[in-house]
Protein backbone atom coordinates (compact mmCIF):
# COMPACT_ATOMS: atom_id res chain seq x y z
CA UNK A 1 0.00 0.00 0.00
CA UNK A 2 0.91 3.46 -0.68
CA UNK A 3 1.52 5.90 1.79
CA UNK A 4 -2.07 7.73 3.15
CA UNK A 5 -1.38 10.79 5.08
CA UNK A 6 -5.24 11.26 6.68
CA UNK A 7 -4.84 14.94 7.66
CA UNK A 8 -3.66 16.19 4.52
CA UNK A 9 -6.63 14.20 2.94
CA UNK A 10 -9.31 15.26 5.18
CA UNK A 11 -7.70 19.43 4.95
CA UNK A 12 -7.61 18.94 0.77
CA UNK A 13 -11.21 17.32 1.14
CA UNK A 14 -12.64 20.23 3.63
CA UNK A 15 -10.85 23.23 1.32
CA UNK A 16 -13.23 21.09 -1.90
CA UNK A 17 -16.32 20.91 0.03
CA UNK A 18 -15.91 24.61 1.71
CA UNK A 19 -15.40 25.71 -2.11
CA UNK A 20 -18.38 24.01 -3.79
CA UNK A 21 -20.20 24.94 -0.69
CA UNK A 22 -19.45 28.56 -1.05
CA UNK A 23 -20.70 28.26 -5.02
CA UNK A 24 -23.72 26.67 -4.20
CA UNK A 25 -25.30 28.87 -1.24
CA UNK A 26 -23.99 32.44 -2.89
CA UNK A 27 -24.52 35.63 -0.61
CA UNK A 28 -27.83 37.20 -2.70
CA UNK A 29 -28.23 40.72 -2.59
CA UNK A 30 -32.02 41.97 -2.22
CA UNK A 31 -35.11 41.58 0.23
CA UNK A 32 -33.74 37.69 0.84
CA UNK A 33 -30.08 38.48 1.79
CA UNK A 34 -30.93 39.23 5.84
CA UNK A 35 -31.80 35.01 5.60
CA UNK A 36 -29.13 33.81 3.47
CA UNK A 37 -26.02 35.90 5.38
CA UNK A 38 -27.53 34.07 8.67
CA UNK A 39 -28.02 30.77 7.20
CA UNK A 40 -24.50 31.09 5.18
CA UNK A 41 -22.73 32.46 9.02
CA UNK A 42 -23.72 28.55 10.57
CA UNK A 43 -22.58 27.17 7.29
CA UNK A 44 -19.56 28.82 7.69
CA UNK A 45 -19.00 28.11 11.09
CA UNK A 46 -15.79 25.65 11.49
CA UNK A 47 -17.73 22.36 10.27
CA UNK A 48 -15.14 19.53 10.02
CA UNK A 49 -17.40 18.26 7.01
CA UNK A 50 -17.83 14.98 7.85
CA UNK A 51 -20.62 14.18 6.12
CA UNK A 52 -19.60 15.21 2.94
CA UNK A 53 -16.13 13.87 3.20
CA UNK A 54 -17.86 10.60 3.86
CA UNK A 55 -20.05 10.46 1.20
CA UNK A 56 -17.52 11.49 -1.34
CA UNK A 57 -15.13 9.04 0.32
CA UNK A 58 -18.11 6.23 -0.52
CA UNK A 59 -17.84 7.24 -4.04
CA UNK A 60 -14.29 6.67 -4.44
CA UNK A 61 -14.74 3.84 -2.59
CA UNK A 62 -17.14 1.98 -5.15
CA UNK A 63 -14.27 3.63 -7.48
CA UNK A 64 -16.95 6.35 -8.94
CA UNK A 65 -16.76 9.66 -9.71
CA UNK A 66 -16.60 11.44 -5.88
CA UNK A 67 -16.76 14.78 -7.74
CA UNK A 68 -20.30 13.86 -9.30
CA UNK A 69 -21.49 13.23 -5.55
CA UNK A 70 -20.40 17.44 -4.29
CA UNK A 71 -24.01 18.33 -4.87
CA UNK A 72 -25.32 15.63 -2.37
CA UNK A 73 -22.44 15.79 -0.31
CA UNK A 74 -23.05 19.65 -0.11
CA UNK A 75 -26.78 19.10 0.51
CA UNK A 76 -26.14 16.93 3.96
CA UNK A 77 -23.81 19.47 5.21
CA UNK A 78 -26.95 21.92 4.55
CA UNK A 79 -29.19 19.06 6.53
CA UNK A 80 -26.60 19.34 9.61
CA UNK A 81 -26.54 22.75 9.73
CA UNK A 82 -29.64 23.39 10.02
CA UNK A 83 -30.30 20.50 12.93
CA UNK A 84 -27.57 22.36 14.52
CA UNK A 85 -28.98 25.76 14.09
CA UNK A 86 -32.85 24.26 15.39
CA UNK A 87 -30.77 21.95 18.04
CA UNK A 88 -29.49 25.56 19.69
CA UNK A 89 -32.34 27.45 19.78
CA UNK A 90 -33.92 28.70 23.09
CA UNK A 91 -37.10 26.54 23.05
CA UNK A 92 -34.82 23.16 22.41
CA UNK A 93 -31.24 23.18 23.99
CA UNK A 94 -30.83 26.86 24.86
CA UNK A 95 -26.86 27.23 23.78
CA UNK A 96 -25.02 30.51 23.84
CA UNK A 97 -22.03 29.05 21.76
CA UNK A 98 -21.10 26.21 19.22
CA UNK A 99 -17.98 25.71 18.25
CA UNK A 100 -16.09 28.54 20.22
CA UNK A 101 -19.04 31.13 18.38
CA UNK A 102 -22.62 32.27 18.94
CA UNK A 103 -24.57 30.48 17.96
CA UNK A 104 -27.65 31.28 15.28
CA UNK A 105 -29.84 33.07 16.85
CA UNK A 106 -27.56 34.84 19.44
CA UNK A 107 -26.42 36.61 16.43
CA UNK A 108 -29.90 36.77 14.08
CA UNK A 109 -32.72 36.40 16.77
CA UNK A 110 -35.10 33.44 17.17
CA UNK A 111 -36.94 34.19 14.07
CA UNK A 112 -34.05 34.49 12.00
CA UNK A 113 -32.47 31.48 12.80
CA UNK A 114 -35.89 29.04 12.69
CA UNK A 115 -35.75 30.52 8.85
CA UNK A 116 -32.32 30.39 7.96
CA UNK A 117 -32.61 26.60 9.30
CA UNK A 118 -35.97 25.94 7.51
CA UNK A 119 -34.29 28.02 4.52
CA UNK A 120 -30.99 25.48 4.40
CA UNK A 121 -33.47 22.65 3.95
CA UNK A 122 -34.87 23.48 1.43
CA UNK A 123 -31.66 24.36 -0.29
CA UNK A 124 -30.52 20.62 0.44
CA UNK A 125 -33.36 19.59 -1.88
CA UNK A 126 -33.02 22.22 -4.09
CA UNK A 127 -29.45 21.30 -4.30
CA UNK A 128 -29.92 17.65 -4.85
CA UNK A 129 -33.06 17.59 -7.34
CA UNK A 130 -31.30 20.65 -9.73
CA UNK A 131 -27.61 18.70 -10.05
CA UNK A 132 -28.00 15.61 -11.76
CA UNK A 133 -24.37 15.30 -13.01
CA UNK A 134 -23.43 13.47 -16.03
CA UNK A 135 -23.49 9.69 -15.28
CA UNK A 136 -25.75 10.09 -12.57
CA UNK A 137 -29.07 8.32 -13.35
CA UNK A 138 -32.32 10.17 -12.57
CA UNK A 139 -33.03 6.90 -10.64
CA UNK A 140 -30.27 6.84 -8.61
CA UNK A 141 -30.93 10.51 -7.67
CA UNK A 142 -34.48 10.04 -6.83
CA UNK A 143 -33.18 7.14 -4.68
CA UNK A 144 -31.00 9.14 -2.83
CA UNK A 145 -33.19 12.70 -2.48
CA UNK A 146 -35.57 10.23 -0.46
CA UNK A 147 -32.89 8.21 2.00
CA UNK A 148 -31.63 11.83 2.93
CA UNK A 149 -35.26 13.29 3.56
CA UNK A 150 -36.19 10.02 5.67
CA UNK A 151 -33.08 10.46 7.66
CA UNK A 152 -33.32 13.79 8.09
CA UNK A 153 -37.26 12.82 9.66
CA UNK A 154 -38.90 11.63 12.29
CA UNK A 155 -37.91 8.00 11.29
CA UNK A 156 -34.25 9.31 11.85
CA UNK A 157 -32.33 13.07 12.97
CA UNK A 158 -36.05 14.66 14.15
CA UNK A 159 -37.19 11.68 15.91
CA UNK A 160 -33.89 11.31 17.70
CA UNK A 161 -33.94 14.88 18.60
CA UNK A 162 -37.56 14.44 20.18
CA UNK A 163 -36.01 11.35 22.32
CA UNK A 164 -32.83 13.63 23.40
CA UNK A 165 -35.32 16.51 24.26
CA UNK A 166 -37.31 14.05 26.15
CA UNK A 167 -34.23 12.14 28.09
CA UNK A 168 -33.12 15.38 29.59
CA UNK A 169 -35.50 14.76 32.51
CA UNK A 170 -35.92 10.87 32.26
CA UNK A 171 -33.86 7.76 33.71
CA UNK A 172 -32.45 6.59 30.29
CA UNK A 173 -30.85 3.51 30.09
CA UNK A 174 -27.96 3.09 27.78
CA UNK A 175 -30.15 1.20 24.81
CA UNK A 176 -32.16 4.60 24.78
CA UNK A 177 -29.08 6.56 24.73
CA UNK A 178 -27.82 4.52 21.88
CA UNK A 179 -30.64 4.48 19.77
CA UNK A 180 -31.52 7.91 20.74
CA UNK A 181 -27.90 8.62 18.97
CA UNK A 182 -28.60 5.94 15.97
CA UNK A 183 -31.85 8.24 15.43
CA UNK A 184 -30.30 11.61 15.78
CA UNK A 185 -27.03 11.45 14.37
CA UNK A 186 -26.60 8.19 12.98
CA UNK A 187 -29.03 7.82 10.14
CA UNK A 188 -27.91 10.98 8.67
CA UNK A 189 -24.15 9.75 8.99
CA UNK A 190 -24.88 6.07 7.25
CA UNK A 191 -27.01 8.47 4.49
CA UNK A 192 -24.01 9.86 3.66
CA UNK A 193 -22.35 6.66 3.09
CA UNK A 194 -25.50 5.18 1.12
CA UNK A 195 -25.46 8.12 -0.91
CA UNK A 196 -22.29 8.06 -2.12
CA UNK A 197 -22.46 4.39 -2.68
CA UNK A 198 -25.30 5.00 -4.59
CA UNK A 199 -23.80 8.12 -6.84
CA UNK A 200 -21.18 6.32 -7.08
CA UNK A 201 -22.36 3.61 -8.97
CA UNK A 202 -21.94 0.80 -6.23
CA UNK A 203 -23.53 -2.36 -6.45
CA UNK A 204 -26.14 -3.36 -4.07
CA UNK A 205 -24.39 -5.29 -1.54
CA UNK A 206 -21.45 -2.43 -1.59
CA UNK A 207 -24.09 0.02 -0.75
CA UNK A 208 -25.14 -2.32 1.88
CA UNK A 209 -21.95 -2.44 3.55
CA UNK A 210 -21.01 0.98 3.24
CA UNK A 211 -24.48 1.78 5.40
CA UNK A 212 -23.19 -0.61 7.64
CA UNK A 213 -19.69 1.22 8.09
CA UNK A 214 -21.76 4.15 8.76
CA UNK A 215 -23.63 2.76 11.42
CA UNK A 216 -20.81 1.71 13.21
CA UNK A 217 -19.02 5.12 12.58
CA UNK A 218 -21.75 6.95 13.79
CA UNK A 219 -21.88 5.22 17.29
CA UNK A 220 -18.10 5.29 17.66
CA UNK A 221 -18.19 8.60 16.73
CA UNK A 222 -20.58 9.57 19.30
CA UNK A 223 -18.76 7.67 21.50
CA UNK A 224 -14.88 9.23 21.33
CA UNK A 225 -17.29 12.46 21.60
CA UNK A 226 -18.44 11.66 24.86
CA UNK A 227 -14.91 10.53 26.18
CA UNK A 228 -13.34 13.79 24.59
CA UNK A 229 -16.08 15.57 26.89
CA UNK A 230 -13.99 13.90 30.21
CA UNK A 231 -10.81 13.71 28.46
CA UNK A 232 -10.40 15.96 26.18
CA UNK A 233 -7.88 18.90 25.54
CA UNK A 234 -9.90 21.80 25.48
CA UNK A 235 -7.70 23.70 23.28
CA UNK A 236 -7.50 20.93 20.87
CA UNK A 237 -11.21 20.72 20.93
CA UNK A 238 -12.04 24.27 20.77
CA UNK A 239 -14.50 24.14 23.81
CA UNK A 240 -14.40 23.43 27.57
CA UNK A 241 -14.71 19.71 28.95
CA UNK A 242 -17.17 18.73 31.31
CA UNK A 243 -19.99 20.32 29.47
CA UNK A 244 -22.00 17.08 29.30
CA UNK A 245 -21.55 15.90 33.05
CA UNK A 246 -22.43 19.84 34.13
CA UNK A 247 -25.76 19.01 32.16
CA UNK A 248 -26.06 16.07 33.65
CA UNK A 249 -26.12 14.25 30.03
CA UNK A 250 -26.58 10.43 29.52
CA UNK A 251 -23.23 10.04 28.26
CA UNK A 252 -21.69 6.29 27.51
CA UNK A 253 -18.19 7.07 29.83
CA UNK A 254 -21.30 8.41 32.37
CA UNK A 255 -23.40 5.16 31.79
CA UNK A 256 -20.25 2.47 31.17
CA UNK A 257 -17.41 4.20 32.83
CA UNK A 258 -14.23 5.43 30.96
CA UNK A 259 -13.00 2.24 30.63
CA UNK A 260 -15.51 0.22 29.16
CA UNK A 261 -16.63 2.81 26.98
CA UNK A 262 -13.26 2.83 25.14
CA UNK A 263 -14.14 -0.52 24.79
CA UNK A 264 -17.50 0.04 23.16
CA UNK A 265 -15.75 2.80 20.90
CA UNK A 266 -13.01 -0.07 19.99
CA UNK A 267 -15.81 -2.30 19.03
CA UNK A 268 -17.62 0.06 16.78
CA UNK A 269 -14.13 0.69 15.15
CA UNK A 270 -13.75 -2.77 14.10
CA UNK A 271 -17.48 -3.14 13.15
CA UNK A 272 -17.03 -0.18 10.85
CA UNK A 273 -13.72 -1.98 9.43
CA UNK A 274 -15.42 -5.48 9.37
CA UNK A 275 -18.41 -3.98 7.12
CA UNK A 276 -15.43 -3.45 4.57
CA UNK A 277 -13.91 -6.12 4.34
CA UNK A 278 -14.68 -7.17 0.66
CA UNK A 279 -13.82 -4.22 -0.64
CA UNK A 280 -10.68 -3.84 -2.66
CA UNK A 281 -7.52 -2.40 -0.95
CA UNK A 282 -6.60 1.15 -1.72
CA UNK A 283 -10.38 2.59 -2.61
CA UNK A 284 -11.28 2.23 0.70
CA UNK A 285 -8.18 3.68 2.45
CA UNK A 286 -9.57 7.02 3.37
CA UNK A 287 -13.00 5.35 5.09
CA UNK A 288 -10.41 2.43 7.22
CA UNK A 289 -8.35 5.68 8.01
CA UNK A 290 -11.48 7.53 9.08
CA UNK A 291 -12.47 5.21 11.41
CA UNK A 292 -9.54 4.26 13.01
CA UNK A 293 -8.30 7.99 13.74
CA UNK A 294 -11.57 8.00 15.94
CA UNK A 295 -9.74 5.79 18.56
CA UNK A 296 -7.01 8.21 18.70
CA UNK A 297 -8.77 11.72 18.12
CA UNK A 298 -7.85 14.84 20.15
CA UNK A 299 -10.73 17.08 19.01
CA UNK B 1 -70.59 22.34 -21.69
CA UNK B 2 -71.88 19.76 -18.83
CA UNK B 3 -72.77 20.66 -15.40
CA UNK B 4 -70.22 21.48 -12.90
CA UNK B 5 -70.55 21.82 -9.17
CA UNK B 6 -67.74 23.39 -7.40
CA UNK B 7 -68.43 22.29 -4.23
CA UNK B 8 -69.31 18.43 -5.03
CA UNK B 9 -66.14 18.61 -6.86
CA UNK B 10 -63.98 20.56 -4.28
CA UNK B 11 -65.36 18.47 -1.09
CA UNK B 12 -65.27 14.85 -3.15
CA UNK B 13 -61.46 16.45 -3.78
CA UNK B 14 -60.96 17.01 -0.05
CA UNK B 15 -62.05 14.13 1.28
CA UNK B 16 -59.69 11.78 -1.44
CA UNK B 17 -56.84 14.09 -0.24
CA UNK B 18 -57.92 13.89 3.75
CA UNK B 19 -57.35 10.11 3.23
CA UNK B 20 -54.45 9.36 1.09
CA UNK B 21 -52.54 11.81 3.71
CA UNK B 22 -53.82 9.99 6.67
CA UNK B 23 -52.96 6.50 5.07
CA UNK B 24 -48.92 8.63 3.66
CA UNK B 25 -48.48 10.09 7.41
CA UNK B 26 -50.10 7.48 10.17
CA UNK B 27 -49.68 7.73 13.61
CA UNK B 28 -47.12 5.69 15.12
CA UNK B 29 -46.17 3.93 18.39
CA UNK B 30 -42.88 4.26 20.32
CA UNK B 31 -40.35 6.97 21.28
CA UNK B 32 -41.33 9.47 18.34
CA UNK B 33 -45.21 9.09 18.60
CA UNK B 34 -45.57 12.66 20.34
CA UNK B 35 -43.42 14.11 17.32
CA UNK B 36 -46.23 12.86 14.55
CA UNK B 37 -49.12 13.15 16.87
CA UNK B 38 -48.20 17.12 16.41
CA UNK B 39 -47.15 17.69 13.25
CA UNK B 40 -50.77 15.20 12.71
CA UNK B 41 -52.86 17.74 14.71
CA UNK B 42 -51.42 20.84 12.25
CA UNK B 43 -52.09 18.73 8.72
CA UNK B 44 -55.92 17.36 10.37
CA UNK B 45 -56.57 21.08 11.69
CA UNK B 46 -59.22 21.84 9.09
CA UNK B 47 -57.04 22.92 5.73
CA UNK B 48 -58.74 23.32 2.56
CA UNK B 49 -56.64 21.42 0.65
CA UNK B 50 -56.18 23.65 -2.28
CA UNK B 51 -52.86 23.34 -2.90
CA UNK B 52 -53.31 19.75 -3.44
CA UNK B 53 -56.84 20.05 -4.75
CA UNK B 54 -54.71 22.84 -7.20
CA UNK B 55 -51.98 20.08 -8.24
CA UNK B 56 -54.87 16.81 -8.79
CA UNK B 57 -56.81 19.90 -10.90
CA UNK B 58 -53.49 20.41 -13.15
CA UNK B 59 -52.87 16.76 -13.77
CA UNK B 60 -56.36 16.45 -14.91
CA UNK B 61 -56.16 19.77 -17.29
CA UNK B 62 -53.50 17.88 -19.28
CA UNK B 63 -55.72 14.95 -19.53
CA UNK B 64 -52.81 13.02 -17.31
CA UNK B 65 -53.97 10.68 -14.39
CA UNK B 66 -54.47 12.64 -11.35
CA UNK B 67 -54.46 9.50 -8.84
CA UNK B 68 -50.81 9.53 -9.88
CA UNK B 69 -50.44 13.23 -8.48
CA UNK B 70 -51.96 12.27 -5.33
CA UNK B 71 -48.16 11.51 -3.16
CA UNK B 72 -46.86 14.71 -4.48
CA UNK B 73 -50.22 16.82 -4.38
CA UNK B 74 -49.95 15.63 -0.20
CA UNK B 75 -46.42 16.33 -0.21
CA UNK B 76 -47.39 20.00 -0.87
CA UNK B 77 -50.04 20.13 1.81
CA UNK B 78 -47.23 18.79 4.28
CA UNK B 79 -44.58 21.90 3.21
CA UNK B 80 -47.92 23.87 3.43
CA UNK B 81 -48.54 22.78 7.09
CA UNK B 82 -45.31 23.05 8.52
CA UNK B 83 -44.67 26.97 7.37
CA UNK B 84 -47.88 27.46 9.42
CA UNK B 85 -46.88 26.02 12.43
CA UNK B 86 -43.52 27.82 12.04
CA UNK B 87 -45.25 30.89 10.96
CA UNK B 88 -47.22 30.77 14.13
CA UNK B 89 -44.08 30.30 17.01
CA UNK B 90 -43.82 32.86 19.52
CA UNK B 91 -40.57 34.20 17.63
CA UNK B 92 -42.69 34.54 14.52
CA UNK B 93 -46.06 35.75 14.36
CA UNK B 94 -47.09 34.60 17.84
CA UNK B 95 -50.43 33.28 17.50
CA UNK B 96 -52.51 31.30 19.47
CA UNK B 97 -54.97 30.44 17.33
CA UNK B 98 -55.30 28.88 13.04
CA UNK B 99 -58.59 28.12 11.99
CA UNK B 100 -60.64 28.77 15.38
CA UNK B 101 -58.15 25.92 17.01
CA UNK B 102 -55.22 26.30 19.45
CA UNK B 103 -51.88 26.52 17.24
CA UNK B 104 -49.33 23.81 17.73
CA UNK B 105 -47.06 25.26 19.78
CA UNK B 106 -50.26 26.11 22.35
CA UNK B 107 -51.12 22.40 22.24
CA UNK B 108 -47.71 20.59 22.12
CA UNK B 109 -45.13 23.47 23.58
CA UNK B 110 -42.34 25.79 21.50
CA UNK B 111 -39.63 22.66 21.13
CA UNK B 112 -42.31 19.90 19.33
CA UNK B 113 -43.64 22.82 17.27
CA UNK B 114 -40.60 23.32 15.91
CA UNK B 115 -39.92 19.56 15.04
CA UNK B 116 -43.03 18.85 14.12
CA UNK B 117 -42.69 21.48 10.90
CA UNK B 118 -39.20 20.38 10.58
CA UNK B 119 -40.54 16.66 10.51
CA UNK B 120 -43.23 17.44 7.98
CA UNK B 121 -40.82 19.15 5.73
CA UNK B 122 -38.58 15.85 5.91
CA UNK B 123 -41.57 13.80 5.19
CA UNK B 124 -42.87 15.94 2.09
CA UNK B 125 -39.63 14.68 0.57
CA UNK B 126 -39.71 11.51 1.71
CA UNK B 127 -43.27 10.97 0.09
CA UNK B 128 -42.74 12.76 -3.05
CA UNK B 129 -39.01 10.87 -3.68
CA UNK B 130 -40.52 7.40 -2.24
CA UNK B 131 -43.76 7.16 -4.53
CA UNK B 132 -43.11 7.16 -8.17
CA UNK B 133 -46.58 6.52 -9.78
CA UNK B 134 -46.01 4.08 -12.94
CA UNK B 135 -46.26 5.91 -16.20
CA UNK B 136 -44.09 9.00 -14.13
CA UNK B 137 -40.62 8.97 -14.95
CA UNK B 138 -38.07 9.43 -12.67
CA UNK B 139 -36.61 12.52 -14.32
CA UNK B 140 -40.26 14.82 -14.06
CA UNK B 141 -40.13 13.56 -10.61
CA UNK B 142 -36.94 15.05 -10.06
CA UNK B 143 -38.08 18.14 -11.77
CA UNK B 144 -41.05 17.79 -9.16
CA UNK B 145 -38.64 17.93 -6.25
CA UNK B 146 -36.77 20.85 -7.46
CA UNK B 147 -39.60 23.19 -8.34
CA UNK B 148 -41.23 22.11 -5.17
CA UNK B 149 -37.94 22.63 -2.82
CA UNK B 150 -37.23 25.99 -4.44
CA UNK B 151 -40.62 27.46 -4.05
CA UNK B 152 -40.68 26.73 -0.11
CA UNK B 153 -36.57 28.35 0.36
CA UNK B 154 -35.25 31.67 0.44
CA UNK B 155 -35.93 32.01 -3.48
CA UNK B 156 -39.81 31.74 -2.13
CA UNK B 157 -41.79 30.87 0.85
CA UNK B 158 -38.94 31.24 3.37
CA UNK B 159 -37.79 34.46 1.43
CA UNK B 160 -41.34 35.55 1.54
CA UNK B 161 -41.68 35.18 5.31
CA UNK B 162 -38.78 37.02 5.73
CA UNK B 163 -39.90 39.87 4.16
CA UNK B 164 -43.03 39.77 6.05
CA UNK B 165 -41.40 39.95 9.12
CA UNK B 166 -39.39 43.04 8.22
CA UNK B 167 -42.62 44.96 6.78
CA UNK B 168 -44.34 44.58 10.06
CA UNK B 169 -41.92 47.50 11.23
CA UNK B 170 -41.55 49.21 7.31
CA UNK B 171 -43.40 51.45 5.29
CA UNK B 172 -44.04 48.71 2.84
CA UNK B 173 -45.97 50.06 -0.87
CA UNK B 174 -47.95 47.69 -2.80
CA UNK B 175 -44.99 46.87 -4.51
CA UNK B 176 -43.00 44.91 -2.10
CA UNK B 177 -46.31 43.81 -0.44
CA UNK B 178 -46.91 42.18 -3.75
CA UNK B 179 -43.66 41.23 -4.05
CA UNK B 180 -44.08 39.09 -0.55
CA UNK B 181 -47.07 37.75 -0.90
CA UNK B 182 -45.76 36.07 -4.52
CA UNK B 183 -42.91 34.72 -2.36
CA UNK B 184 -44.75 33.46 0.64
CA UNK B 185 -47.40 32.41 -0.92
CA UNK B 186 -47.37 32.69 -4.43
CA UNK B 187 -44.59 30.11 -5.85
CA UNK B 188 -45.83 27.11 -3.68
CA UNK B 189 -49.44 27.81 -5.51
CA UNK B 190 -47.55 28.81 -8.87
CA UNK B 191 -45.27 25.20 -7.58
CA UNK B 192 -48.67 23.05 -7.19
CA UNK B 193 -49.78 23.67 -11.18
CA UNK B 194 -46.63 23.18 -12.57
CA UNK B 195 -45.78 19.99 -10.70
CA UNK B 196 -49.41 18.99 -11.33
CA UNK B 197 -48.60 19.81 -15.19
CA UNK B 198 -45.47 17.93 -15.03
CA UNK B 199 -47.19 14.69 -13.40
CA UNK B 200 -49.88 14.76 -15.76
CA UNK B 201 -47.23 14.71 -18.81
CA UNK B 202 -48.38 17.82 -20.24
CA UNK B 203 -46.19 19.81 -22.46
CA UNK B 204 -43.61 22.46 -22.07
CA UNK B 205 -46.33 25.30 -23.05
CA UNK B 206 -48.84 23.88 -20.96
CA UNK B 207 -46.80 23.62 -18.39
CA UNK B 208 -46.21 27.40 -18.28
CA UNK B 209 -49.04 27.96 -18.83
CA UNK B 210 -50.67 26.38 -15.67
CA UNK B 211 -47.55 27.76 -13.94
CA UNK B 212 -49.01 31.61 -15.43
CA UNK B 213 -52.58 30.70 -13.74
CA UNK B 214 -50.88 29.34 -10.36
CA UNK B 215 -49.09 33.07 -10.20
CA UNK B 216 -52.91 34.88 -11.18
CA UNK B 217 -54.59 32.57 -8.86
CA UNK B 218 -52.56 32.89 -6.06
CA UNK B 219 -52.57 37.15 -6.32
CA UNK B 220 -55.87 36.75 -6.42
CA UNK B 221 -56.83 34.05 -3.49
CA UNK B 222 -54.37 36.77 -1.39
CA UNK B 223 -56.40 40.07 -2.20
CA UNK B 224 -59.57 38.19 -1.41
CA UNK B 225 -58.38 36.91 1.28
CA UNK B 226 -57.46 40.65 2.92
CA UNK B 227 -60.93 41.75 1.62
CA UNK B 228 -62.58 39.15 3.56
CA UNK B 229 -60.59 40.48 6.47
CA UNK B 230 -62.55 43.55 6.20
CA UNK B 231 -66.00 42.25 4.43
CA UNK B 232 -66.18 38.73 5.80
CA UNK B 233 -68.74 37.23 7.95
CA UNK B 234 -67.60 35.76 11.04
CA UNK B 235 -69.82 32.39 10.97
CA UNK B 236 -68.40 31.74 7.44
CA UNK B 237 -64.81 32.22 7.86
CA UNK B 238 -64.01 30.46 10.91
CA UNK B 239 -62.72 33.56 12.23
CA UNK B 240 -63.44 37.06 13.08
CA UNK B 241 -62.78 39.66 10.50
CA UNK B 242 -60.53 43.10 11.39
CA UNK B 243 -57.78 40.89 12.48
CA UNK B 244 -55.38 42.67 10.19
CA UNK B 245 -56.63 46.19 10.46
CA UNK B 246 -55.73 45.39 14.53
CA UNK B 247 -52.29 44.60 13.61
CA UNK B 248 -51.43 47.40 11.30
CA UNK B 249 -50.56 44.62 8.27
CA UNK B 250 -50.30 45.88 4.63
CA UNK B 251 -52.91 44.62 3.16
CA UNK B 252 -54.65 45.10 -0.32
CA UNK B 253 -57.66 47.00 1.06
CA UNK B 254 -55.37 49.02 3.34
CA UNK B 255 -53.45 50.18 0.33
CA UNK B 256 -55.26 50.48 -2.88
CA UNK B 257 -59.00 50.86 -0.78
CA UNK B 258 -62.08 48.51 -1.17
CA UNK B 259 -62.84 49.39 -4.74
CA UNK B 260 -59.80 49.40 -6.47
CA UNK B 261 -58.74 46.15 -4.29
CA UNK B 262 -61.59 44.76 -5.53
CA UNK B 263 -60.71 45.72 -9.55
CA UNK B 264 -57.09 44.03 -8.64
CA UNK B 265 -59.03 40.76 -7.40
CA UNK B 266 -61.25 40.75 -10.95
CA UNK B 267 -57.73 41.46 -12.82
CA UNK B 268 -56.12 38.21 -11.31
CA UNK B 269 -59.09 35.92 -12.09
CA UNK B 270 -58.84 37.15 -15.75
CA UNK B 271 -55.32 36.69 -16.48
CA UNK B 272 -55.80 33.16 -14.54
CA UNK B 273 -58.66 32.50 -16.86
CA UNK B 274 -56.71 33.88 -20.06
CA UNK B 275 -53.72 31.39 -19.07
CA UNK B 276 -55.67 28.74 -19.78
CA UNK B 277 -57.14 30.11 -23.21
CA UNK B 278 -55.31 27.34 -25.38
CA UNK B 279 -56.00 24.45 -23.14
CA UNK B 280 -59.82 22.22 -24.22
CA UNK B 281 -62.71 22.31 -22.83
CA UNK B 282 -64.24 19.98 -20.21
CA UNK B 283 -60.65 19.23 -18.54
CA UNK B 284 -59.58 22.59 -17.13
CA UNK B 285 -63.39 23.42 -15.77
CA UNK B 286 -62.17 22.57 -12.16
CA UNK B 287 -59.06 24.98 -12.55
CA UNK B 288 -61.57 27.95 -14.33
CA UNK B 289 -64.43 27.25 -11.58
CA UNK B 290 -61.91 27.92 -8.86
CA UNK B 291 -60.87 30.82 -10.30
CA UNK B 292 -64.00 32.41 -10.49
CA UNK B 293 -64.88 31.24 -7.49
CA UNK B 294 -62.80 33.67 -5.95
CA UNK B 295 -64.37 36.84 -6.61
CA UNK B 296 -67.35 35.59 -4.92
CA UNK B 297 -66.33 33.66 -2.32
CA UNK B 298 -67.73 34.35 1.82
CA UNK B 299 -64.89 32.22 3.55
Redesign the interface.
Known amino acids: MTDFDLKDYLSERKMRVDAALDGYFPS?DG??K???EA?RYSLFAGGKRLRPILCLAAAEAVNGDWEAAMPVACALEMVHTYSLI?DD?P??DDDDYRRGKLTNHKVF????A??A???L??????L???N?AEGV???S???V??L???A????????G???D??CEKCDADLA?VE?MHIHKTGHLISASLEAGGLLGGGTAEQVKALTSYGHHLGLAFQITDDLLDVEGDPRQMGKQPGSDVARNKKTYPALLGIQQAREAARERVNGALQALGDFPGEAIRPLEEIARYLLIRKG
Not at 121 to 126: D, I, K, N, V, Y
Open positions: VLQKVVAHLAMGEAMILGDAMSEAFTMAGGRAELLRVGVARSGFRGMIGQVILDTY
